[in-house]
């Protein structure tokens, strides 16, 4: 019983002994006991991790190298090599924030706006977001137009205080752009304050700004100031520039403007002596000598309004004909205001005139007219008026009352159309224009409808000699029956004239006149022809 329980005790020990030997074993000698496939695997395993690792590191080095090139060639100013490494920059890496805002600059560089917004959008919104782009994308936003989201990021800029300086110039160019002069040029003055080299390109806007609030006396002092304080920039060519232009649309824009001519003129028909030969009816060709004065004010008004006020004289002295000598006085008021594109303004004018030295008419009339920019060098216009005529004449000047039917007083409606071009740096012009009217007289023999077309050409032959042309057609068709004549009278009014004027001093010009008028009526009596020469000299001042 002890022998075989030792026997036992003996085979468990050689058991154990050999279990730790293959342990030892295995442990020592792998090759050798490994399949050759378990082998195959672990080495392609190894491989595999290896290149995976030195591809992503290939990849790192390119997007890096990409983005630090495209970002050397911009600051070389080398913008389209500079384009392409950026490009290639954000397709490798589109979560780059850097690279989206440098991509924005190139883009803003070669003036493609459009592109450049979407990079700096991208620029500001991904992690981590370029603060600089912000500002970059409001000027690029303001150069496409889109000022409702430029003051968006305006907005934007001023909350977080992003290049403070550069962000109130901003808002001083959108300001600007909106028409909201006074609040831009305070945008403007804040710019300076804040950044002392942003100064003469503040200036320069703040010019502007005068401008278009029609403070030209400002305006100028403010070109005149930079063209002084750094007169070999470009900006101060163009201050100067400025300057010049604004002083000679003070010139013409004085507050205070005054016009004296003296003329002597030959008129072959000044009675209007008809056609068809009539006993008792004179020769009507007559000498005369005429005076005209003008004054005129017009105040600068800030803003949009404007107001032209203007007193007219004129005088004729015949050396026969003494009946038809004229004296008129006329005053007009013309309230005006501007919008974007066009113009409206209001002319109110009162008229008295005499007669052979006795009170013959006095009128009033108010007539809104409205001048709309076409774009180019077009203007289209468009007026309607009203004109009041009461004629005070009780008798003619051989002392023949004026019967019922001959009464003139009358209510005048009228509208037109015109269209304008301006040539040779608006120095010329081409003005066509049509218009109806009728006019209601309380006699019946006056009262017609009438359908007029003009054309009216200012050529500038020199420098100081100018030609203007111009041609109408007037179509009269009465209403009633003539009480004497018995049929309804009907008139063709031609009128062509010509003005040669040369300006020998500044101010004084010398002019030449010439105008033919022919009214072809079916009345014989009033069928005329009259041919009107004049030579004188006018001064502006």
């Not at 672990?42 to 190298?65: E, G, W, Y």
Request: glycine content about 6%.
């Amino acid at each position: 019983m002890k022998a075989s329980s030792f026997s036992l005790r003996l085979a468990c020990f050689h058991y154990i002994c050999i279990f730790f030997l293959l342990i030892f074993f295995f442990l020592c000698f792998p090759p050798i006991i490994y399949s050759s496939e378990i082998s195959t695997l672990t080495k392609q395993s190894k491989n595999s991790i290896v290149a995976q690792v030195v591809n992503q590191v290939q990849t790192n080095l390119s997007q890096i190298s990409s983005l630090s090139r495209g970002i050397e060639e911009y600051k070389d100013e080398n913008f389209e090599e500079a384009l392409e490494l950026l490009v290639k920059a954000r397709k490798e890496d589109p979560a780059s924030s850097l690279a989206a805002f440098y991509l924005g600059l190139t883009y803003k560089q070669l003036m493609n706006y459009k592109e450049a917004s979407a990079n700096f959008r991208d620029a500001v919104t991904l992690k981590p977001p370029v603060k600089d782009a912000v500002v970059e994308l409001i000027e690029v936003l303001y150069n496409l137009g889109e000022l409702q989201e430029a003051k968006e990021w305006l907005d934007v800029a001023e909350r977080e205080n992003i290049k403070p300086a550069q962000t109130a110039f901003l808002k001083g160019l959108i300001l600007l752009k909106e028409n909201n002069n006074l609040e831009a040029i305070k945008a403007f003055e804040k710019s300076k304050e804040l950044d002392g080299s942003l100064t003469q390109a503040a200036d320069f806007q703040i010019g502007i700004a005068y401008v278009k609030g029609r403070k030209l006396s400002e305006a100028r002092e403010k070109f005149r100031a930079i063209a002084i304080v750094s007169p070999e920039s470009d900006l101060a060519a163009f201050a100067r520039e400025y300057e010049e232009v604004i002083t000679k649309r003070l010139a013409l824009e004085k507050e205070w403007r005054f016009n004296v001519g003296l003329a002597y003129q030959y008129d072959d028909n000044v009675i209007l002596k008809p056609e068809l030969e009539i006993a008792g009816i004179p020769e009507g060709e007559d000498w005369a000598a005429i005076a005209t004065f003008s004054a005129g004010y017009a105040p600068r008004l800030s803003g949009p309004w404007t107001l032209n006020t203007q007193y007219s004289f004129y005088a004729n002295r015949h050396r026969r004909i003494e009946t038809n000598d004229i004296m008129s006085h006329t005053l007009t008021i013309a309230p005006g205001y501007n919008f974007k594109d066009a113009s409206l303004n209001l002319f109110l004018s009162y008229n008295y005139t005499w007669v052979n030295d006795q009170r013959y008419l006095n009128s009033i009339s108010a007539s809104p007219q409205i001048n709309i920019a076409l774009g180019g060098n077009h203007i289209g216009q468009l007026s309607f008026g009203y004109d009041k005529r009461e004629f005070l004449w009780t008798e003619t000047p051989g002392g023949v009352p004026v019967s019922e039917e001959e009464d003139r007083d009358a209510d005048v409606f009228n509208a037109s159309a015109g269209w304008i071009y301006l040539f040779s740096e608006g120095k010329g012009f081409l003005n066509l224009r049509y218009e109806v009217s009728t006019e209601n007289t309380d006699g019946m023999n006056w009262s017609y409808v009438g359908n007029k077309g003009s054309a009216n050409i200012l050529i500038p032959i020199l420098v100081n000699l100018k030609m203007n042309v111009s041609g109408e057609i007037y179509l009269q068709n009465y209403r009633n029956v003539h009480t004497i004549f018995d049929i309804k009278r009907k008139d063709k009014i031609y009128t062509a004239s010509g003005v040669l004027s040369y300006e020998f001093y500044k101010g004084a010009s010398f002019l030449l006149q010439y105008a033919h008028i022919r009214d072809d009526s079916n009345i014989a009596i009033y069928d005329y022809k009259r041919n009107i020469y004049s030579a004188g000299i006018e001064y502006r001042f």
